[in-house]
């Protein structure tokens, strides 16, 4: 996982809650790291005590000073200053303190691989709220007056008080992602200068760090503004975006995907992206024998950079470990397989924040590794038994929970899914639709950077089309986004430009290699060439 974690309880009187609470702090904790790198663990202590206004408090347990903003002293939360110095503030006290009322936390679903019945409020949305004011949106201001005192946070130095009172986070980040100044709570409702937006009807009212309402029976998630917040607050955001595809083909964890070549002679290349979807670098990575064969790429160690996995003929599984200057760290054996297994892909099929190894043998089984944060494998469970006539074609997030779920195609062309919950399990098995023999799935990403996988398809006569999926997992809509020859190939997608949508990647028969970037309605917005690249390399991811 990008960062550690621990969580406590104390105050909670019912014994079968024990689980149920910390399962659900857990999950919420867990869904923050995805996104956030940094170092240390942090400590959460979650109360079962009343609170003054009956609901859920959360905050920081300490503050770090670090610096002057004029006249006035700044101080970050110590759990933002954990993360990017690795330093406790507070020693062994708690990093995180969340409080909940013994009567609100009665109305909360803490179950956080189910959706919450419409008479109760997703306990793991409140926790997810309550870790993002620990992360750093706090406030020194006096709630009647916004005034400030002689210090800040971070957050406060961030907020402007404009001339009718109303309030604007103004961080660079945020302000690109919304697309001017943020609104900021302003409502005499307790939840002022600490929360954003003031109407659940405004665009965006109903982020995760809204100052209005939770309504019932909704599962709020991490969005892009409150990553681009916690960029501007100083955190180390991995690609400043909530995607799931983020690390697995980001090889240096700086935003951008990348792509892994091999040459006959077994040298190992990486093109760098960066701004303008152009090639940055290339990188050597190493030299390896005709004996091993790349099998995927995934954030193997939960790192927030994409790793390379590997097999030789003996069924020896290891892996190349990539540090943050792209070059390789480690290279553990994590398994040993026999021949009739092969791997299906990678993703976080249990919702740690680590990519994981998907299995398949001869016989139809399915079974998975399941890594640590250590890239090590936890635990082997058995999915179950799959006819021949079923295909894998892919591992992504198809729904938008932050766990990979698995794609499948049958002979006829039914499309189905297993949507895989935090735990690792299939939660459910819709089917998504039918196709022709004429169309081919060329692969999944985010094309329209909406936090779902969607599904890219290309027929016989070169036309190009996607399923942009919801948060069910079913196609919402299917737009056509092109036309290409026969004679291009798509090597890969990515978000190759760093613009938190996923674009696709092509190859023709001469090594012209090319893009199309796509926008955040899932079209070509440019299509510009990136290199040329000889025969004798394939592309690997």
């Given at each position: 996982?990008?960062?550690?974690y ?7 009187t019912?014994?079968?809650?024990v689980d149920?609470?910390?399962?659900d702090?857990s999950?919420a904790?867990?869904r ?12 959460i ?12 408090s959360g905050g920081?347990?300490?503050v ?8 006035r ?5 110590g759990?933002?200053?954990e993360l990017?110095?690795g ?5 062994s006290?708690?990093d995180?303190i969340i409080?909940?009322d ?7 679903w ?5 959706a919450?019945?419409?008479n109760t409020i ?7 709220h ?7 949106i706090?406030?020194y201001?006096d709630?009647?007056?916004?005034m400030?005192p002689?210090?800040e946070?971070t ?7 404009n001339p009718?009172?109303?309030a604007?986070?103004t961080?660079?980040?945020a302000e690109?992602?919304y697309g001017?100044?943020?609104?900021v ?8 200068y600490?929360?954003l937006f003031?109407?659940s ?11 209005v309402?939770f309504?019932?029976g909704?599962?709020y998630?991490?969005?892009k503004l ?11 955001v991995i ?6 595809r983020?690390a697995s083909?980001?090889f240096n964890?700086d935003g951008?995907?990348d792509?892994?070549?091999q040459?006959?002679a ?5 093109w760098r992206?960066?701004g ?5 670098a290339?990188a050597a990575?190493?030299l ?15 790192d927030?950079t994409?790793?390379?996995l590997w ?7 290891n892996a190349?470990?990539?540090?943050s200057?792209?070059?390789v760290a480690?290279?553990?054996?994590i398994?040993l397989v026999?021949?009739d ?8 099929l249990d919702?740690?924040?680590t990519s994981?190894i ?6 139809g089984?399915i079974n998975a590794w399941?890594l640590?944060s250590?890239g090590?494998?936890?635990?082997a ?9 079923w295909?894998v074609?892919g591992v992504?997030d ?5 766990t990979?779920d698995?794609l ?8 189905n899914?297993w ?13 998504i639709g039918t196709?022709g023999?004429?169309w081919?799935?060329?692969g999944?990403g ?13 027929d016989a006569a070169?036309?190009?089309n ?18 290409v020859g026969?004679?291009w ?7 190759y ?11 023709d028969t001469?090594?012209h290699?090319n893009e199309?970037?796509l926008?955040?309605s899932?079209h070509v917005a440019?299509?510009?060439n990136?290199?040329v690249?000889?025969p004798?390399w394939?592309?690997?991811a």
């Amino acid at each position: 996982m990008a960062f550690n974690y621990t969580v406590q309880l104390s105050g909670v009187t019912n014994s079968t809650q024990v689980d149920a609470i910390y399962a659900d702090v857990s999950a919420a904790a867990s869904r923050w790291s995805r996104y956030i790198y940094g170092l240390g663990a942090l400590d959460i202590a979650v109360n079962i005590t009343s609170t003054s206004a009956g609901r859920a408090s959360g905050g920081a347990g300490a503050v770090s000073y670090v610096g002057r903003d004029g006249t006035r002293a700044v101080y970050e939360n110590g759990t933002a200053y954990e993360l990017r110095t690795g330093s406790d503030p507070n020693g062994s006290s708690p990093d995180i303190i969340i409080s909940i009322d013994p009567d609100y936390l009665s109305m909360l679903w803490l179950d956080p691989n189910s959706a919450a019945p419409s008479n109760t409020i997703d306990g793991m949305s409140v926790f997810m709220h309550e870790i993002g004011h620990a992360l750093g949106i706090q406030s020194y201001r006096d709630p009647s007056t916004g005034m400030l005192p002689a210090y800040e946070t971070t957050w406060d130095r961030l907020v402007a008080i404009n001339p009718d009172a109303t309030a604007s986070f103004t961080g660079a980040q945020a302000e690109a992602q919304y697309g001017g100044p943020v609104p900021v709570t302003t409502l005499r409702n307790g939840e002022q200068y600490a929360h954003l937006f003031n109407s659940s009807a405004e665009r965006d009212g109903q982020d995760l760090m809204n100052g209005v309402a939770f309504y019932y029976g909704a599962r709020y998630t991490i969005s892009k503004l409150d990553l681009a917040i916690m960029k501007d607050l100083g955190l180390d955001v991995i690609n400043g975006l909530p995607s799931f595809r983020t690390a697995s083909d980001d090889f240096n964890r700086d935003g951008y995907s990348d792509m892994l070549w091999q040459d006959t002679a077994g040298h190992v290349n990486a093109w760098r992206f960066s701004g303008g979807g152009q090639v940055a670098a290339v990188a050597a990575l190493g030299l390896v024998g005709p004996e091993w064969s790349i099998e995927g790429t995934g954030d193997l160690n939960g790192d927030g950079t994409g790793d390379v996995l590997w097999r030789d003929a003996d069924g020896h599984v290891n892996a190349w470990l990539l540090g943050s200057d792209g070059q390789v760290a480690a290279a553990p054996n994590i398994g040993l397989v026999t021949p009739d297994w092969s791997v299906q892909g990678t993703g976080d099929l249990d919702g740690n924040g680590t990519s994981d190894i998907l299995w398949r043998d001869t016989a139809g089984r399915i079974n998975a590794w399941l890594l640590d944060s250590g890239g090590r494998v936890a635990a082997a469970p058995d999915f179950g038994t799959v006819g021949p006539e079923w295909a894998v074609k892919g591992v992504a997030d198809l729904n938008g929970d932050g766990t990979s779920d698995i794609l499948w195609q049958d002979s006829a062309g039914h499309v189905n899914e297993w949507l895989l919950n935090a735990g690792g399990a299939v939660g459910s098995a819709p089917t998504i639709g039918t196709v022709g023999a004429e169309w081919t799935l060329l692969g999944t990403g985010d094309f329209n950077g909406d936090g779902t996988s969607d599904l890219l398809w290309r027929d016989a006569a070169g036309h190009v089309n996607e399923w942009l999926l919801d948060g069910d997992g079913q196609a919402a809509t299917a737009p056509n986004i092109g036309l290409v020859g026969s004679d291009w190939t798509l090597l890969s997608t990515g978000d190759y430009n760093g613009d938190g949508t996923a674009d696709l990647l092509w190859r023709d028969t001469v090594g012209h290699v090319n893009e199309w970037l796509l926008d955040g309605s899932g079209h070509v917005a440019s299509a510009p060439n990136v290199g040329v690249i000889g025969p004798e390399w394939t592309a690997k991811a």
